[in-house]
Each structure stands twice: as structure tokens, then as C-alpha cells.
């Protein structure tokens, strides 16, 4: 079960914590900042406040997209807010940013900068299909943007100005999946293989991808994350009866977890931020704690591609 690690001020910029800090995210515990650990202008986050998602159904949050420099999934009746709120945003992805590449200079070199949202619906009741639903216990997986075995960062601030965010936490991957995977609930993928019929598959699939046509190239580690991901969702027993640790993040404070290792949900809560990083296994100082290498040890095959891993953070 996952530990609350709260970084005091005096700490942050102690070279010593550098390591020590990148150690309790990777034995899947989360790091707290009571405040942020950067500026934030008062102004923005009351912009912020007052900002409206898109009526896409298929999107839970607005998201800036720092390697496009754009935002989708917003109200875009207004150019001068859309205008302003990417300004917003990229500031925050920049800050979030510049503060971890000192707080976990191990990873900085070789992380790969992901999206950066915004949540501003109210968590509690939410209208969301079921495996979208964040009030459910899951670990993260993206089922468009296959991660080929790196790791999920994720960096969240809670600018609610009155009301805390409210998580719950339960057991880590590899605990779920001595529990559910194999014969006991979602099957082990097969070793990467070169038979004829792989070989004809990435193909097909890379020239429908050069063609313009969208569709992920999913090692056997990123099939059984998703589908794990699912599973966890829609198992009713283990939603109940599973043991859970409760967390209040209040107005104002920060925290950051590996997501797809730390089974977590968000029962209530609206107007968090939220940034995300990619860490390739190379990067990390406990490696055989990543998912990936948790699960090729069960499964006793290689579940990812060397090459596509390489080409993904490349």
C-alpha cells in the first residue's frame, strides 16, 4: 500500500533528497507538497477557475499538448480565453517542469514530456462510461498512445480554492496481478515474437499508420495494462472489498505518483491540474520495480520491443 512522503520547503532543493525521492515514487508512494513548489499566479488560477470543457463526451479532461503547443477539449466560443488558456497551461507544464528536472534530476535527460489537463468537473457523480470513470480503482494505461514499458509520472495540483481533492489508494501492481493476473483474471501476453505472423502484423499496421490512419502499435505489455486497466474497473468485488487507504490533497497542494503502478481513484473533487511525465525503464533507479519488469517476470517472456521502446523516447 502506498505511503504519503510530504517534502517540506528546506527540503526541495537539497541535492542529497534528489535520489532519495526518485526511490519512494518507484516503491509507489506519493510525494506531497502541502504548497506548491513554484509560483502560480493568483490571476491565472482564478482564470482557470471560470474556463469550460468542450461537450465531447470522449474526453474526461482539457489537455494542452506541449509538443504541439495546442489545447483540445475546450469551449472554444471565445478565441481570447482559448488564447489565454494555453498560456495558462503551458506556464504551469513549464513550471511543473523546471521543479522536477531538480526535485528528480535522475530522470530529466530521458523522461519524455507528456500532456499536461486540466479537470474542471466535479469528480463525485460524474456521467462517465465505466472504464473512463475516475472514481473507480485502476492503474493507468493509455489506450491510444502505447508506452512500450515506460512509466507513468503524473504531477497534480488541486487549485480548488475551498474544497480538498479526495483519493482513495489500494494495492500495488504487483500485488494485483499475483491476485488477478494469469489463469486468475486477465491472461499474460505472449513473449515478443519474429514469427511470419508478427511480422506481417506491425507491418500491415505500419502502413495503415503511414497512410494517416490512427492506430496504436501496442506491445504485448501495453494489450495487458489496458486490458488490466479494464478489468480492475469492472470488477465489482474488488472495487468493494479490496483494502483502501483514504487521502485529502487540500486547496492549494501538489503531489506526484507513478499511476501505473499505484491502483488509486478520485472519489470527489474539480479544478485539479495535472502533469504528465513518460520515464523509460532506463531511467529509473529500481527498474526491476516497473511494471514492465514485473510482469515479464511472471510471465516469463519479453514484453516489449527494444526498437519501438528506443524510437518512443528517442
Not at 504528465?276 to 520491443?305: H, K, Q, W, Y
Request: hydrophobic residues 35%.
Amino acid at each position: 500500500m502506498a505511503r504519503k512522503i510530504e517534502i517540506q520547503e528546506d527540503e526541495w532543493n537539497k541535492e542529497e533528497n534528489r535520489f532519495r525521492y526518485a526511490h519512494e515514487l518507484e516503491a509507489g508512494n506519493i510525494l506531497f507538497f502541502e504548497k506548491a513548489p513554484f509560483y502560480f499566479a493568483p490571476e491565472d488560477i482564478e482564470f482557470l477557475l471560470n474556463q469550460r470543457q468542450g461537450g465531447s463526451k470522449s474526453r474526461k479532461n482539457i489537455a494542452y499538448k506541449p509538443q504541439q503547443d495546442r489545447i483540445t477539449n475546450h469551449d472554444t466560443k471565445d478565441v481570447e480565453a482559448g488564447k489565454r488558456l494555453k498560456e495558462v497551461l503551458r506556464n504551469y507544464s513549464a513550471s511543473v517542469t523546471e521543479f522536477l528536472s531538480v526535485l528528480l534530476s535522475p530522470y530529466a535527460k530521458k523522461w519524455k514530456h507528456d500532456y499536461a489537463s486540466f479537470r474542471p468537473f466535479q469528480e463525485k457523480g460524474r456521467k462517465l462510461r465505466l472504464r473512463a470513470r475516475n472514481d473507480l480503482l485502476h492503474v493507468d494505461a493509455f489506450p491510444t498512445r502505447p508506452l512500450h514499458g515506460g512509466r507513468i509520472l503524473r504531477f497534480f495540483t488541486n487549485i480548488n480554492p475551498v474544497d480538498s481533492r479526495h483519493w482513495i489508494t489500494s494495492k500495488s501492481f504487483e500485488e494485483l496481478v499475483l491476485e488477478y493476473g494469469g489463469e486468475k483474471g486477465v491472461l499474460f501476453p505472449r513473449s515478443v515474437g519474429y514469427s511470419l505472423k508478427n511480422r506481417l502484423q506491425r507491418k500491415a499496421i505500419g502502413m495503415l499508420r503511414g497512410a494517416g490512419i490512427k492506430l496504436p502499435l501496442r506491445s504485448p505489455y501495453d494489450h495487458f495494462m489496458l486490458n488490466f486497466h479494464n478489468y480492475l474497473k469492472e470488477n465489482g468485488e474488488f472495487q468493494k472489498n479490496c483494502p483502501k487507504d483514504h487521502w485529502q490533497f487540500p486547496p492549494g497542494s501538489c503531489w506526484a505518483v507513478f499511476t501505473d503502478q499505484v491502483s488509486h481513484a478520485a472519489l470527489a473533487g474539480q479544478y485539479a491540474l495535472e502533469q504528465t511525465f513518460l520515464i523509460p525503464r532506463s531511467a529509473l533507479l529500481c527498474p526491476d520495480l516497473a511494471p514492465v519488469s514485473v510482469l515479464e517476470r511472471l510471465s516469463g517472456g519479453n514484453m516489449v520491443d527494444p526498437v519501438l521502446s528506443a524510437s518512443l523516447f528517442a
